[in-house]
């Protein structure tokens, strides 16, 4: 299960990642918001942050317009790695070093089609495991 949340500033990309789920299979639950009225990302940072750390959900997908507030929102709670990605190659990289649990989107930094390679990207990479790799985000954890 995949947590959804966005700001007005990500609702239409998030329209799309919902679209992009659907045709997959994949299920997700979307914590909102649920049109383009103006709300505050910290609001669904919140609710995606805690479906994913009580384990409803294995990963999470925040968007507002740049994916920064959201993400800076997310992090603050213990256990969230929420990564901003502009790129496939960052959300590659994300999971395999970071261990990333939750993919932050900027409506209007990344276009529908790049988005969806990013999405798909987080989405299918595992973690690598690697031993260098645990310490450090176990450093990150127990700061
Ligand atoms: C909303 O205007 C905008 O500030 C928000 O979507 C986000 O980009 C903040 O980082």
């Given amino acids: 299960m995949i947590a959804l949340g966005c700001d ?3 609702f239409a990309l ?7 789920l659907e045709e997959q299979g994949i299920a997700y639950r979307d914590f ?6 103006s709300v505050h990302y910290p609001v669904y940072a919140k ?18 317009s740049t994916g920064l507030g959201i993400s800076m929102a997310a992090n603050r709670f213990a ?12 959300a590659k990289m994300t999971r395999l070093h970071n261990d990333a649990n939750v993919l932050c ?3 209007l930094v990344v276009g529908k089609g ?14 690598s ?12 954890e127990n700061d």
Avoid: W
């Avoid at 998030?14 to 992009?20: C, F, L, R, S, Y």
């Avoid at 384990?55 to 507002?64: F, M, P, S």
């Avoid at 256990?79 to 960052?90: E, L, N, Q, S």
């Fill in 14 to 20: 998030k329209q799309e990642i919902i679209k992009h």
């Fill in 129 to 140: 495991n690697g031993e260098r790799h645990i310490k450090r985000i176990q450093m990150i």
């Fill in 32 to 37: 909102g918001c649920y049109d383009e009225s």
């Fill in 8 to 10: 007005h500033g990500g």
């Fill in 79 to 90: 256990g969230i790695r929420a990564a901003v990605c502009t790129d496939p190659f960052c």
């Fill in 105 to 107: 989107l900027g409506g």
């Fill in 47 to 64: 609710e995606v942050a805690k479906a994913v750390l009580s384990g409803e959900c294995e990963k999470g997908i925040l968007v507002c």
């Fill in 114 to 127: 790049l988005a969806m390679e990013i999405v798909d990207t987080f989405l299918t990479t595992e973690f």
